[in-house]
């Protein structure tokens, strides 16, 4: 590399919070979740419209075959995860969802079943969005260490939040032209360059120390309910469980009420997927905007407890507001900066936290809590609020029961913090790091 451009890489690293050596890996990692995300992004709005044409009465009927393929999915994943090495893992992943979008382009061209196909292809995104992230964060808390994850992970995110930026846009400019089956096509593009982003990230992980990242790309040996085992042994991992149960309850919520409420004052399907995608594009903008200029500052300066509380805190306020002001427009506010405040600053916190514990759990167990309890929680959710519906209850009664939950989420984010931060000062390894540091004879505090 030429002289002159290391004053420009160093001015670079400092102003994204990262290490000169770190910008290549740093800006791959970037890319990687951009094309995740708007591949993802660019379907998003034909999933919620399908939510509404496949009949709101039958969507916690939807939100349990997500559950139960979750269930399905999660002891397939762990049985891989034993037998392949990380890049084998991500690759088998990837060609999996990309042929998926190819098979769907071929179900909604031939018209056969429609409902149908809608009702599976809103199960398939709820699946296919919970697995590709959380495959994503935990390749990315494999790689990094925890001191790197609070510095980079809100650029990585931006990059991310950038590239659900874009999807809406491509979704509005592709209607114009081409059916919604192209859609499909259009993100398995993107998908495609996943595949890309991983081998260059594989590589450089695996010229890491032997201290630091030797051996991370062996299979993980193990039952393939290991994560479910992992998990519930675990008080640490348990206490993440509980914190995305009740992020996941209140979204749920939050989620049904709005798709009713547009449903009622919209009756166009054109009409109500044009105000999903404005709405998922505000979104991204604020967070893209807080990712680059909030998120690294606020984890630097108040560790991970601000951005673990900036949920639990605004949603008290909210669901407060909600059971004096039922109204749309109070919905679409709340909704929106609730999305912000998760993938800005919670869902980066969160994915910090994973930074501390062993391969065997950033894969398993992490796999399992993402995807089996999140939409296990939106099921449980979703039957909850037509039960008590059933029975009488408001939406204002509804949101006065969850105001004390908030209490109760803000002590875990408390909690959860507070343990990240003691297990990363003792400079704990997972168990076979410290096996292989012993081998080489390094300390393994170090």
């Known amino acids: 590399m030429d002289a002159s451009d290391q004053p420009i890489r160093t001015r670079w690293a400092n102003s994204l919070g990262a290490k000169r050596e770190e910008l290549i890996p740093l800006a791959w990692a970037f890319v990687y979740f951009f094309c995740l995300l708007c591949g993802y992004s660019i379907l998003r709005p034909v999933r919620d419209e399908m939510a509404i044409e496949g009949g709101l009465q039958h969507l916690p009927w939807m939100m349990t075959a997500t559950f139960v393929t979750m269930l399905a999915a999660t002891p397939l994943f762990g049985w891989l995860a034993a037998r392949c090495s990380r890049y084998r893992l991500l690759l088998t ?94 993100s398995s593009v993107f998908m495609l360059a996943c595949i890309g982003c991983v081998y260059r990230l594989e590589r450089w992980g695996r010229t890491q120390t032997i201290h630091h ?126 999305r912000v405040g998760e993938y800005a600053l919670s869902k980066p916190a969160r994915e910090v936290l994973f930074t501390v514990v062993s391969r065997e759990e950033k894969y398993k167990a992490k796999n399992f809590i993402d995807t089996a309890i999140s939409r296990g929680g939106d099921a449980s959710t979703a039957w909850l609020v037509t039960a008590v519906k059933a029975l009488g209850a408001t939406t204002a009664h509804i949101a006065w029961a969850l105001v004390p939950l908030m209490g109760v989420w803000a002590w875990l984010a408390t909690v959860l913090a507070c343990e990240e931060k003691r297990i990363s000062a003792r400079g704990i390894l997972p168990r076979e790091e410290r096996t292989l540091a012993r081998r080489v004879g390094q300390p393994s505090g170090q």
């Open 213 to 338: 990242r030797q051996q991370q790309g062996e299979p993980l040996r193990g039952s393939f309910l290991a994560g479910v085992r992992l998990t519930f042994s675990s008080p640490y991992l348990l206490g993440i469980c509980g914190y995305l149960t009740l992020l996941t309850m209140t979204a749920t919520f939050l989620y049904l009420e709005q798709t009713r409420l547009v449903s009622e004052y919209l009756d166009q399907p054109e009409a109500r997927t044009r105000l999903f995608s404005s709405l998922d594009f505000t979104t991204n903008v604020l967070t893209w905007l807080t990712q680059f200029f909030i998120t690294k500052r606020v984890i630097s300066r108040f560790g991970l407890v601000a951005p673990l509380l900036f949920l639990p805190v605004v949603s008290l306020v909210g669901f407060v507001g909600i059971a004096v002001w039922p109204t749309l427009v109070f919905y679409v506010i709340f909704s929106v900066l609730r």
């Open 93 to 186: 992943v990837y060609a999996f969802f990309i042929t998926n979008l190819w098979a769907f382009y071929a179900l909604m061209t031939s018209h056969l079943h429609p409902e149908w196909v809608a009702r599976g292809f809103f199960v398939w995104l709820s699946v296919f969005n919970l697995f590709i992230v959380s495959v994503f964060w935990s390749f990315m808390a494999d790689l990094f260490t925890p001191e790197q994850g609070a510095r980079l992970f809100g650029v990585i995110a931006a990059g991310g939040s950038s590239g659900a930026l874009l999807g809406p846009l491509l979704t509005t400019g592709l209607m114009f032209i081409f059916p919604v089956p192209v859609l499909m096509l259009a």
